[in-house]
């Protein structure tokens, strides 16, 4: 997956809107699973998160917003780069760093991850670099 540039959804403040290119990943499971509905399309892959947060990794918060239609709904935009990259350096200037191991968004605890479980609200995080998704599962919602 190749990374795209941010577009002006949330708030339109979002220091990240139009300025940086990355991948978005829902990271808030729907009762331990996968949710079964998307506004983003039919197709999901599972990417396991240690292949993208890893100890060379920083995490900065980018966004809290509500959607118009969907008041009850709320969404965090996480931001994750590799260290010392151009997205890191922007990220650094314009962003809140956060705490990898303490922050209530999404930590890493021990060999696994934790994310926020509070009733509406959704956690995403936007990679900026590129994914291989080659060979891992795919899962399609059917009508």
Known sequence: MM????DNGGDPRCPINGRLKG???????WNGRLPTKSPF?????VV???????????LYFADFY?????????????VLTKKDTKADNFCEKHLIRLDERTNVFLRKEESTYKTLRQ???????????EVDILGLEQYRRHK
């Open 23 to 29: 991948v978005f990943f829902g990271v808030t499971p």
């Open 119 to 129: 009733g509406n609200v959704w956690v995403e995080v936007f990679y900026t670099d």
């Open 66 to 78: 509500c959607m118009k239609d969907q008041r009850k709904n709320h969404y965090v935009i996480l």
């Open 3 to 6: 990374p795209q540039l941010k």
């Open 48 to 58: 396991p998160l240690k292949r993208l947060f890893d100890d060379s990794a920083r």
């Open 41 to 45: 399309g039919d197709t999901r892959v």
